[in-house]
């Protein structure tokens, strides 16, 4: 069973881009997502370089019918990641929004 409790405890450096900026490498729609993300979808899941170099693999948010592409500038920003789990806990965590 999950609580807010342990699933912070059990990523500790879930947080750590919150606020990072960087440039989308390359960015593909999905269309059909796997359980949990039913609710989100069509969305968007970029490869993106933080100016500190480091490469994270993440869903881009706020998008709406703009088309991500190579070299749009994306922060980090904290959204709810799937959907409830049986218990009814709602995880979040660093998804990236394009500036």
């Known amino acids: ?3 807010p409790i342990k699933i912070w405890r059990d990523n500790k450096t879930k947080y750590q881009n919150l606020g990072k900026a960087g440039k989308i490498v ?4 999905i269309n ?9 979808a069509p969305y968007w899941v970029a490869i993106i370089t933080l100016d500190g170099g480091q490469k994270v693999t993440a869903q881009l948010v706020d998008t709406g019918k703009f088309l991500p592409k190579k070299g749009d500038k994306v922060i980090g920003v904290c959204r709810r990641i799937k959907a409830p789990d ?10 990236f929004k394009i500036i």
Not at 26 to 29: I, M, Q
Not at 32 to 40: C, L, N, R, Y
Not at 86 to 95: A, L, M, N, Q, S
């Open 1 to 3: 069973m999950n609580s």
């Open 32 to 40: 059909t997502p796997v359980d949990g993300f039913s609710a989100f």
């Open 86 to 95: 049986k218990v009814g806990v709602i995880e979040y965590g660093i998804k």
């Open 26 to 29: 390359v960015a593909t729609k």
